[in-house]
């Protein structure tokens, strides 16, 4: 497939009956809703699982698609919606599903490869103390900061994602980034004692 | 949760708008100079910048590993056949719902489907722990000690019995023997009947060809008049011929009445 062929385009090849035209959707994109449902979610099975229905939902809504946003932001409301109502399940339990992946010894990153070992080490820790911290914000702070520094959505697309107004968008990161910051520093993270 | 706090100079939405370059020429032009005399702001800014380099990290570590999720076969199917594509197991599936049910029912609800299962686990263990089992020949009998042996037929095909080799004594072995002995001889005997009576029909035969010969000859000598051989002719004939009377015909038989 033409990687210069937008995703509209593709949209409309699947549309129009073209089933190659949407696996190439998914192999654009799969990665960054994973991400973004391991962000929100914090548990690699719980990410898998939302990012496949995703695009099955996706997949199954694509005659509802008018073209009015772009396939990207679709596609992120999508992944929010399914991250949101696993968050609600796993809320009703009263467990947050990064404190299961903690238990579990959580995602295994690849270190930058040019590093030595003790910058690979020193990042790895650090990014260890960066997905405790934001799994332990509240889910409704993890969703903007997600959307926010994994997506680079800008504050009215997450505001029409989470159908929440404009003010509470920039709030909830304010407060995000407040509460990162207070964990960073008591985890021992010494660069953010600025 | 709206209201932005512990902000000494409560300009929180302005920081996070200059943060994220989102804020307009103006607004970002007032806030650079407000920061020039707030340090509070200054120490915040650099400090959120700090966090949003941690976040950018592991978003790129993330995005490495993130896998594959094998979901282009799938969605290459036409949307008929996408409905019943499901990414979990069935069995994962109604895991979950049956949890989801569970963490959602009420206290209550939960207490008494946990008193119930623990009810029925232990009847069930205690009926594992006193049932026996046996199976003979009329059937599989199960007994659980809660009242009378309980018979029911086996549910298996009986299997029939396996053909038992009779072994005989030396003593019948012996009476065999001697009985396969005698119908050995028995037989032997009766074919040697058979080949002497087969030896005097084969004579005969001859005899009654050279009778044939003989009247022929005779007939010729006296064309006009039958001859009968005299008693005594017969009587030596019989003799040579050596045979019975009962089993063999008579010359009177072979040649005819003569007058």
Known sequence: ?194 | MNKITNNSCARGEALVAYLYGEAQSAQASAFERHLENCAACRDELTAFAFVREGVGEWRADLLKGAPSLSLAGALALPSSQLATARPERDWRRAFAALREFFTLSPVWLQAGTVAAALVICALAALAVVRAEVRWDESGIAVNTHSGSMQQRPASVTPIPPAPVERIYTQQEIEQLTAQLSAANQQLEETRTQLQTAQQRVARAERQKDSASVIRNATAKNEPTRKRRAPRHEEAQLKRNLNTDDEELPTLLDLFGETD
């Not at chain 1, 949209?11 to 654009?28: L, Q």
């Not at chain 1, 939902?57 to 596609?75: D, H, P, Q």
């Not at chain 1, 800008?154 to 207070?182: G, H």
């Open chain 1, 1 to 194: 497939m033409d990687t210069a062929t937008s995703d509209e385009q593709l949209v409309e090849r699947a549309v129009a009956g073209d089933a190659d035209a949407f696996g190439e959707i998914v192999r654009r994109w799969e990665r960054r809703i994973y991400a973004l449902a391991y962000g929100i979610l914090g548990r690699e099975e719980d990410a898998r699982d939302a990012a496949q229905e995703t695009f099955i939902n996706a997949f199954r809504n694509l005659s509802n698609f008018r073209g009015e946003a772009k396939v990207s932001s679709w596609l992120h409301r999508i992944a929010v919606n399914q991250c949101i109502t696993r968050q609600r399940r796993a809320s009703v339990r009263s467990e947050t599903s990064l404190e299961y992946e903690q238990e579990e010894g959580g995602q295994q990153f690849a270190a930058p490869p040019a590093s030595s070992p003790l910058k690979q080490a020193e990042g790895r820790e650090r990014r260890e103390v960066v997905r405790k911290a934001v799994g332990a914000l509240p889910p409704e702070l993890r969703e903007v900061i997600v959307l926010k520094e994994f997506e680079d959505l800008t504050f009215q697309e997450i505001a029409d994602t989470l159908q929440i107004p404009l003010s509470t968008v920039k709030s909830r990161l304010y407060t995000a980034l407040k509460q990162l910051r207070m964990k960073l520093e008591k985890y021992g993270m010494e660069a953010a004692r600025v």
